[in-house]
Each structure stands twice: as C-alpha cells, then as structure tokens.
C-alpha cells in the first residue's frame, strides 16, 4: 500500500490557509512496491518467540508501564559501540549506523526495551510532551538538515498520536522515521492493551512501513526504513516493533542502511525528452520557472540559480518552495497560488512554457486547473513518475533527480529564451501588485508589520517555523526568505500545532549560530504550546512570536467572506496570556500591543538565551491577501474582499 496523497478537490476544501503547493521532493519511483503491510491478525505470532515473550506487557487492563511480571531486563548492551545482543541493540546500532544525532519520542510500555538499548547511546534523546510534538520536531529535523528525523512512540495511543504528523510529512515528502512499540507478536490480533494497528492505521500516510517479526533482522529493518526515507521522493517511514522481537536475541550488527535491491529512483531523464524540452523552453517568448519543494530537497537551488540567471527566466516558488530561490533576486516572483504574490500569480497565468519542477501542482498552487497555465507549454521534471500528468497534463515529462534533470536541461539549451520584454512584463507586474498593508497609528499593530520587524532584527538565515492559518501566510508573504531550508512549515496537511514543536526539531538541526523563529497563531500554539516545556528543559534558544488575533483568523476570514460574516466557532471571548504561560512553562514571557514596543520588545525576546514567547496584540480584522478562491483563476486574485 502507498501512503499517495488524495488532494481534495478544488472548491470542496475547508478554510485551510496553506496555499497550495506541496509539492515533491527528489522522488521516487517505487513507493508502492517497497510498502509493507501489517500482518493485522493473531497469525503473526507465528515468528519465533523468545525468553521475554513469555510475560509480555499486560495483555488487559494493566496501568502502564508494563506489568511488574516483566522479567528485569538485563544491562543493555552498547550498542552505541555495535555489540549487539537484543533486538532492541540491533534497532539502536542501525539507527547509530545511519548517523542519527537526535531522536524525539515519548517512553511507554512497548517500546521500553528500545529506550533501555539506548542507555548507553550517545544519541541524545529528546523527550517530547506529546507524540504528535515528537513527529513534528523529526519532519523539521529532516527538513532543515536534509536527513531523516527519527521519532519513537509506544503502542496504541502513543503510535497513533503520531499520525498527524506522519500524514504531514507524508504530505510534503519530508523524510521521517516512526519506530513505535508494539503488543508481543503472539498478542497481536488479540485486542491486548495499548494493542492497534498501527501498519494499517499509518499505511495510508507512509511511503512504506514494516511490521518487524524477526529480532535477527529488525536492524536490517530499520535501516531500509532509514534509507527509504532519505531517498528518492522522500518521506515518512515507520517500524513497528513488537516486544518480543525487541527483547529477542541478535547478534549482527546490520550495517550501514540500504534500500531493497528493486529501489532504484531514476537519476536523469531521457535524453530526447531533455533535448525537445530544452527546444520548447529557448524558443519561449513568456518563460517561467516553477520550483517546487522537490527542488530543495534535491539540493538543487544552486543548480536552478544558476540555470534561471543564465537564460534569464523568472523563478515562482510553491510554498514548500520558499527560499529555493532568493527573493530579492530581479527574477523572484515569490510563491503563486492561493495567497501568492500577484505578480506570481500573473505569470503563471501568462506564460507560453512552465518548467515545473519537483511539484505536485496541489489544488493551492493550481486552483482551477483548466485556467492554471492554459497558454503554457508545461514541462514537468519530477523523480516520482506517478505525479506526472496526475494534476495538470505534462506536455514534456522529465523524470529524473531535480538538479540532474536541471543539468541535463543546461547542456541541452541550443540558446536562451528572447524574453527580456517579458522580463519587462514581470517588473512591472511587481511594481503594481507589491505585497502592501496599511498600518494607521491609531489601529491595532498589523501582523505584517510584525514579521517585517523580526525579519529586519535577524540574519539572513533565520530559520522561520509556523503553525497554520493567516499568521503563516504573513510569515510567508512579508519574510524575505534567500535561502533553502530556512522555511519550515506545514503545507500539504495544514496541521496547526505544527510551529511551537517544529521549532524545537528545527534548532536542533540548525547551526548553531543560526536563530530560529517562530510564527504561531493563538489557535496553532493552543494545540502544541505544552512542547515549550522541552524546550526549557532542553535549554533551546528560539523565539515564539504568537500572532495573537483572538482568533481562529483564517476561518473567521473564510466566514466573511463565504458564509455571510457568521462567525460560527472561530472567535475567542477570551485566550490565554501567552506571556504568563510562557512564565509558567520556565520560558521567558513578552507582550506586544502597541507599535511603540514593536522594537524593544523583539529585541530583548530576540537576544534572550533560551525560549521566549512574543504574545503579540494584533489586528484582530486584518485579512490575508491576495486572495484566488479555492478552485478559481490565480489571474483573477483579490487583493481586498469586495473583490471575491
Ligand atoms: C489541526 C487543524 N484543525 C483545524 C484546522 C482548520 N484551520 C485552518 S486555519 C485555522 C485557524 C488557525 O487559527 P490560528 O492558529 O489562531 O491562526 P490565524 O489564522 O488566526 O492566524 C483553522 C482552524 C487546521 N488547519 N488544522
Ligand atoms: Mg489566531
């Protein structure tokens, strides 16, 4: 089974914010093939069983953790250092052989003999309060470094809380890794405590998961699952480790992680598809290079620089895109779709060929798809075969690896396009539709200004985290992001909750002098606020900024415009004081309600060595704009709400 996404028909989605765009990574041909499913019934106890089985974690109603019949589990052996004796050694030593730093997870009954094989590990685990904060902190971890962030969760509820965040990273092809505990083989299929599913239940929202049967192989498991999450079209992998298996017998480390021999992702494309692409793309009057999220995880952004620069062609981002291209650049038209740029949104309308690339032309990039590009040849490079012609008809498919496809593309050129009146076009399309917003003194601070504020207070790469609704659209549209993997950020799944433990992954994988940021909306930081306490304990240095409109603004936008300003369950009579519960969590607390403080305020949180929160007053009726209507035409975007 796959864990393929289901975009949601254009025009019959909720009030989500992300503009569209999630888009592909470097892809991967095989996803379906390399998925496992769960053997869901009692038969799986067939494998092997060992010592331990015999008094498995509470089969009924047991309190946690395990029951006190479970036999004292010997000194772990060190694995850190590859002596492997358990199962559970063989998890760790592969999870040490794929160079994993950090973990991020909860303990729980299940999975205890995986924590008590990583005694001795020198990787450092991060105890999260919750496993959807676990599961967001490895998509970041994966985002900003570019490798497999690691997540573990007991059975049952502690491997279903992490689903939120796999189907996110399943979205936006982030390369994650789930090991969760799970019910003694022999218990499975017997409704034993903290006993679900959870191969079946994470199957739809994973590129490939494994049911672990056998303690001799559960290393070389882990390591596929490593492996596959890493590459190709990345995305989220998950382990499922039942006890005995961890507790059973093993002797092998299981080396360095490898993919099944039939995983083999296409590198470049076809050579004759290049050269007639190359042809359709120099001889364009309106050229315009799309950038996907592909495009970063490829780490192709020098690659598309260069090419754009070279032939002199415009560069939209999606919005995993952002930072794939610098947006101060006289090319940079900034992200299309639903909350694009204008002048993005223009030029996709305009242009006679789309290079596509690393994009899966989600519904928020597109809307309409009969008036996406419809004078454009569209040439579209992705390394996942299964996305070509899936949402927008390819006239050129180029499968392949995004910067090697880019390479190919650059060799074939017979010439650079004749666009310079089109180039033209684009400079003043920028000059008429700027990303603007009025600040009168005498109205509540406006949200943009606040993110401009920030963004002038930090170095150029600050590493910018969500939560999801309008705040991240501002935290989109008035950041000048130059560089990749500096916004991180729920797309495809528009998960709030996604920025405070977000945060937390991301400045765990950021350089060390690198500051991290986040945006969050009052609603977002209401879901996932509990994770500041890891980042207290863990001493981290970044800055919450909680865009606070007393609302759950995006949806309140959608009902003024949409539903006849009936604001049915999206304004708060009362939020928190973010500031006091900052204070409570151990962090630091500020409180932002006048422009007047803007600077002082930002630049103490900004400069103070650990966690702060920025409870920032803003203007609870500003809206997001420009706005295309879930399935309309990107040429016809508002930029006001009479305009819908
Ligand atoms: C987990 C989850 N539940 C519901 C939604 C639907 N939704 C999209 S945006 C939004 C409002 C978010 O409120 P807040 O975090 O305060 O951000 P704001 O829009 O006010 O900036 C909601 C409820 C969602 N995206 N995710
Ligand atoms: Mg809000």
Partial sequence: MTGEPKPAPPGTDPAEAAPSNADTATTDTTDSDTT???????????????????????????????DTTEPEATEPADAGTGEVETGADAVVCALKNAGVEHLFGVQGGAIMPVYDALYHSEMAHVTMAHEQGAAHAADAYGVVSGAPGVCMATSGPGATNLVTGLADANMDSDPVVALTGQVPTDFVGSDAFQETDTVGVTGPVTKANFFADDAADVGTDVGRAFALAAGGRQGPTLVDLPKDVTNGDASEDPGEPRTPSTHDPPKTADSDAVAAAAAVLAAADRPVILAGGGVVKADATATLRAFATEHGIPVVTTMPAVGAFPEDHDLALEM?????????????????????????????????????????????????????????????????????????????????????????????????????????????????????????????????????????????????????????????????????????????AAAADQDVVCFDGDGSFLMTCQELSVAVRENLDVTVVVLNNAAIGMVRQWQDAFFGERHMASEYPWVPDFDALAEAFGARGFRIERYEEVEAVLDEALSYDGPSVVDAHIDPDENVYPMVPSGGDNGLFALAEDQL
């Fill in 336 to 508: 299309a779709g639903m909350h694009g740029t204008g002048y993005a949104n223009m030029a996709v309308t305009m242009t006679d060929c789309l290079l596509a690339v690393g994009t899966r032309f989600d519904d928020r990039l597109t809307g309409g798809v009969e008036t996406f590009a419809p004078d454009a040849a569209i040439v579209h490079v992705d390394i996942d075969p299964a996305e070509i012609s899936k949402n927008v008809e390819a006239d050129h498919p180029l499968i392949g690896d995004a910067g090697a496809v880019l390479d190919q593309l650059a060799a074939a050129m017979p010439r650079s396009p004749d666009a310079a009146a089109w180039r033209e076009q684009c400079r003043q399309w920028k000059q008429e539709y700027p990303l603007e917003y009025a600040a009168p003194a005498d109205e509540p601070v406006k949200p943009q200004y606040v993110v401009e504020a920030v963004d002038d207070a930090t170095a150029d790469d600050t590493i910018v985290t969500t939560g999801v609704g309008q705040h991240q659209m501002w935290a989109c549209q008035y950041w000048t992001y130059t560089e990749p993997r500096t916004w991180v950020s729920s797309h495809g799944l528009g998960a709030m909750g996604y920025g405070v433990p977000a945060t937390i992954g991301a400045r765990l």
């Fill in 36 to 66: 496992e499913s769960a053997p869901s019934d009692a038969d799986t106890g067939e494998t092997e069983t060992t010592d331990s089985d015999t008094t498995p974690v509470d089969a009924t109603n047991a309190t946690e953790p395990s």
